[in-house]
C-alpha cells in the first residue's frame, strides 16, 4: 500500500509528483471548464441554477425555500444530538477559542508617538462579512465548521453565513452536528447547497443567500476551484484543498502509532496525499507492515482511499539524514506535520514551513483536527510556505491612523515636497506649502 522512493534516486519528475501532491492536481485541471461554467450558471441564475446543481450532482430535489436551513431543523438537531457528540462539540469550541481569543488579545488598535507629535498606528476591526464553507462530500465534518466559524465569532464579524452540502445519504438533511456547532456559536444563516455551486452564491448573491467579500473553507478540488473562479470577480478566498500531511521520523518511533497517524489523514480521500520522511529503511519497513494490517480494518472507501495518499499521491521517502528529513519538509510544506523523533522540540527549531508543527507521538493529527485549540483549516498544496492556518486574524482589517502636530507637519515638510517633485504630483507638494 506504501510507495517507497529513495530520495538521493528520485528524478525530478517524482519529486514534482510528490510536490504537487499527485493525481490531486492532475485532476483539478482536468476539472477547470465544468466549474468555470456552474460558477456562471449560478451567477446568471441565482437560485434556480443552485436546485439544479442540488438535483444534478448530490441527488437532491428540494424548492427555493428549502435552500436556508429553519428554525426547525436547528431545533431538531438540538433534541437528536448524541450527548457525547454534543459534550465533544463544545469542547472543542471551547479550546478552538481559548486559542483565538489569546491571539485576538495580541491583535488590537495601537498607537506609537514615533517623533514629538508625529503619532501612526491602527484601528483593527472585523471584516464586514463572511461565508464559511464546511464540506460534506464525503463525510460530515462539523469540525470544519467549529475551525473557520470560531475565529469569525472571536473577532466579532457581523454577517456570518455557512454554506455546506446536504449529508451524504441523508435525503438532503445537513448532518445534526454541523447545525449544533453553528447554534452554538450563534450562526442562524445556514445553507443547503452544492459545494462548488454554493460558493458562486456566496460570492454572488442569488435570491436566498447575500453575497460576501470573503468566503473561507477547505474543500474538494471541485469547491477549491469554485473558489479560484470567484476570486477573480474580487471576493477574497482563502483556497484550502484535500488534505496532507507529513510525518518525520526517527529510530524512536513506535510503528504502530506511526501507521496508525498516517492513516489517519490519509482516509481523507483519494485525492489525499501522506509522506513519511525517515533517514531509517527499518523504520519505513515497519510501518508499512502496521499501515498494511491497520489499513485492512477500515471500511472499504477509507481503506481506498488510504491506498491512494499512501501510494499513488505520497508515500514514504528514505532520506540521509535528519536533518535532510528537515529539508525535505521545509520543500514540502505539509498542511499538517507530526515530529515522531526522540527530540521533538529540537527538529521543530528547524521546520521553517508547515501549516502546523504536531510536536512527538502523543500529539497525533486526530487531536489538532478537533480538540487541540489550534488551526486546523490550514494552506494545502505547499502554500504553508507562505501562509498560515484559519484564525481570527484572517477575519480582522486593520485601517492606519496619523496625527501630525503642526511642528510635525514642519519636521517632515521638505521631504514631502522633495519627493512630490520628483513624482511629479505638483497638488501633492502645495497641500504642504499652504499649511506653511
Known amino acids: 500500500m506504501m510507495r517507497q522512493q529513495v530520495w538521493k534516486t528520485m528524478t525530478d519528475a517524482d519529486k514534482a509528483w510528490v510536490h504537487q501532491r499527485g493525481s490531486a492536481a492532475q485532476s483539478a485541471d482536468e476539472l477547470k471548464p465544468a466549474i468555470h461554467a456552474l460558477v456562471e450558471d449560478v451567477r446568471s441564475r441565482g437560485d434556480a441554477a443552485l436546485l439544479d446543481a442540488l438535483a444534478r450532482f448530490d441527488g437532491v430535489e428540494i424548492s427555493a425555500a428549502g435552500i436556508a436551513i429553519s428554525d426547525d431543523e436547528f431545533d431538531q438537531a438540538m433534541v437528536r444530538i448524541d450527548a457525547g457528540v454534543h459534550k465533544a462539540i463544545k469542547q472543542m469550541i471551547a479550546n478552538i477559542r481559548a486559542f483565538n481569543e489569546a491571539l485576538f488579545e495580541r491583535r488590537q488598535s495601537w498607537t506609537a508617538e514615533i517623533a514629538p507629535g508625529h503619532t501612526i498606528g491602527e484601528k483593527i476591526g472585523p471584516v464586514a462579512n463572511a461565508a464559511l464553507f464546511c464540506p460534506s462530500g464525503k463525510a460530515s465534518y462539523p469540525s470544519v465548521l467549529a475551525q473557520v466559524a470560531t475565529p469569525a465569532v472571536v473577532a466579532g464579524v457581523p454577517q456570518l453565513s455557512v454554506i455546506v452540502p446536504p449529508a451524504p445519504g441523508q435525503n438532503g438533511a445537513v448532518d445534526d452536528a454541523v447545525l449544533v456547532v453553528a447554534h452554538e456559536l450563534g450562526v442562524r444563516n445556514v445553507y443547503r447547497v452544492n459545494g462548488p455551486a454554493g460558493v458562486a452564491a456566496a460570492a454572488f448573491g442569488t435570491e436566498t443567500i447575500p453575497s460576501h467579500g470573503m468566503i473561507i473553507g477547505p474543500g474538494s478540488p471541485p469547491v477549491a476551484l469554485a473558489q479560484l473562479e470567484v476570486r477573480s470577480h474580487g471576493v477574497d478566498t482563502v483556497v484550502l484543498g484535500p488534505t496532507e500531511s507529513m510525518v518525520v521520523a526517527d529510530e524512536s518511533a513506535d510503528p504502530v502509532l506511526l501507521a496508525a497517524d498516517l492513516l489517519n489523514e490519509a482516509e481523507h480521500g483519494t485525492d489525499s496525499t501522506v509522506v513519511l520522511v525517515t533517514a531509517h529503511q527499518s523504520v519505513i519497513d515497519a510501518a508499512a507492515v502496521e499501515v498494511e494490517r491497520q489499513a485492512a480494518q477500515l471500511p472499504e472507501q477509507r481503506r481506498e482511499a488510504a491506498a491512494s495518499a499512501l501510494g499513488a499521491n505520497g508515500g514514504a521517502i528514505l532520506v540521509d539524514s535528519l536533518a535532510e528529513a528537515v529539508d525535505v519538509a521545509n520543500w514540502w510544506a505539509a498542511e499538517h506535520c507530526q515530529l515522531a523523533v526522540a527530540d521533538p522540540w529540537a527538529v521543530a527549531n528547524g521546520i521553517e ?84
Open 353 to 436: 514551513h508547515a501549516g502546523e508543527l504536531l510536536l512527538g507521538q502523543h500529539t497525533p493529527f486526530s487531536v489538532g483536527n478537533f480538540t487541540l485549540g489550534g488551526p486546523a483549516a490550514l494552506p494545502t498544496g505547499g502554500w504553508a510556505n507562505r501562509a498560515g492556518g484559519i484564525t481570527v486574524e484572517q477575519f480582522l482589517k486593520a485601517g492606519a491612523i496619523g496625527h501630525l502636530t503642526a511642528d510635525a507637519l514642519s519636521a517632515v515638510a521638505d521631504s514631502t515636497i522633495a519627493l512630490s517633485e520628483h513624482e511629479g504630483f505638483d497638488a501633492h507638494g502645495n497641500a504642504i506649502r499652504l499649511r506653511r
